[in-house]
């Protein structure tokens, strides 16, 4: 099993940028597609990215699309969300997940979390 820990998050001013980081412990993260997942409070868990093993496919949420990117290293075991232009509803916590799939947006698809990384958008 792989473990995973975000880091990044933070408080920004609306139209701002944070860099997500997911690294992950265990295994090798090359093994699996991976999630970034956002979940504000009294609201559901929802998908925002998902990116392959290799990197060469990516899937992302409409209210996301054109504003972040999801990237990885895998020689440095880690993925990246980077967020621009970030909208006071962007606030949640922000989860990264593994996969074994080729590339997966159900949270149920997913079987390793990380704990989670805050980001607040002040407008």
């Known amino acids: 099993q792989v473990q995973l820990v975000e880091s990044g998050g933070g408080l920004v001013q609306a139209g701002g940028s944070l860099r997500l980081s997911c690294l992950a412990s265990?295994?090798?993260?090359?093994?699996?597609?991976v999630g970034w997942f956002r979940q504000a409070p009294g609201k559901e868990r929802e998908f925002v990215a998902g990116i392959s093993r290799s990197g060469g496919s990516t899937d992302y949420a409409d209210f996301v699309k054109g504003r972040f990117t999801i990237s990885r290293d895998n020689a440095k075991n880690t993925v990246y969300l980077q967020m621009n232009n970030l909208k006071f509803e962007d606030t949640a916590v922000y989860y990264c997940?593994?996969?074994?799939?080729?590339?997966?947006?159900?949270?149920?698809?997913?079987?390793?979390w990380g704990q989670g990384t805050q980001v607040t958008v002040s407008s």
């Open positions: 265990g295994r090798t993260l090359s093994s699996y597609c």
């Open positions: 997940a593994s996969s074994s799939r080729f590339i997966a947006t159900r949270p149920a698809d997913f079987g390793s």
